[in-house]
């Protein structure tokens, strides 16, 4: 089950996300559904566009199933999708 303390480690295609601040000032406020992910950057569908947002210079507000809102730091998400969902978390 995909948690707010365990939302960097599963898979985020499928969840609304909205930039909540980047380097690139044009990308602030984006809103959508996580349609695609890369190593470095999120493409997020927003109405019929695809937008690619770099993970390394934004913040997400990601809203889960579960109807909570968690904002994560995006240089916390570089790293190739596959090898993020199996890592471990050191407590």
Same mark, same amino acid.
């Given at each position: 089950?995909?948690?707010?303390?365990?939302?960097?480690?599963?898979?985020?295609?499928?969840?609304?996300?909205?930039?909540?601040?980047? !380097?690139?000032?044009?990308?602030?406020?984006?809103?959508?559904?996580?349609?695609?992910? !890369?190593k470095q950057m999120l493409e997020i569908c927003a109405?019929?566009?695809?937008?690619?947002?770099?993970?390394?210079?934004?913040?997400?507000?990601?809203?889960?199933?579960?109807?909570?809102?968690?904002?994560?730091?995006?240089?916390?998400?570089?790293?190739?999708?596959?090898?993020?969902? !199996?890592?471990?978390?050191?407590?």
């Amino acid at each position: 089950m995909i948690t707010a303390q365990n939302v960097c480690r599963h898979e985020l295609i499928g969840l609304p996300v909205r930039v909540h601040a980047s !380097s690139n000032r044009t990308q602030t406020g984006i809103t959508g559904v996580v349609c695609g992910e !890369s190593k470095q950057m999120l493409e997020i569908c927003a109405g019929d566009r695809i937008l690619r947002v770099a993970k390394k210079f934004a913040t997400f507000d990601l809203h889960l199933p579960d109807d909570t809102r968690v904002r994560v730091d995006g240089s916390v998400l570089v790293m190739q999708p596959e090898k993020r969902i !199996s890592m471990r978390i050191r407590n």
